[in-house]
């Protein structure tokens, strides 16, 4: 059985970092980064999801600034955390047959869309730290907005952010 090498310290100045981990190529590589630990974990979520969603057994590593220097945080043990929900896969449930009534897979690609376009206002606002219930209605939102709807309300977030 393979073990995976521990995560190497990142380069640089320390900011909040997710490395990932492919037993395939043996390798540590860097998933996302930013100055913000929220925009992180976001990527980090999308990015489990789809890997996972692939068959891809991946391993990561949360890096970021205490006191000053690298270091690296756990995974939370519980559920109700913020890490613990982006890592951990949610069930799909089953697709219906696409159809007239039915979401197909283009619809569900461009509510992705919305979330991430309205996650990007939100994060140019300075909101980074997002609760349960915000993610909630960001999903909410991007359910039932459509394009230009989600567009105008991230350019609004975005210029209230640029003040």
Known sequence: METRPESPSPQGAPRWVAMYYRPAERTWRSAAESPHRSPVLHALGEMTQTLRARGDEVTFALWGPKDGAWHRFDTPPQSDTPLQQATT???TPEAPAAGPNGPTVLAERM???RHQVLMSGLSKAGLYDLSPEDDATVQALAERLDEAAVRRVAHWLAA????
């Open 89 to 91: 896969p949610r069930p």
């Open 111 to 113: 509510t992705g869309r």
């Open 160 to 163: 209230a952010g640029a003040r």
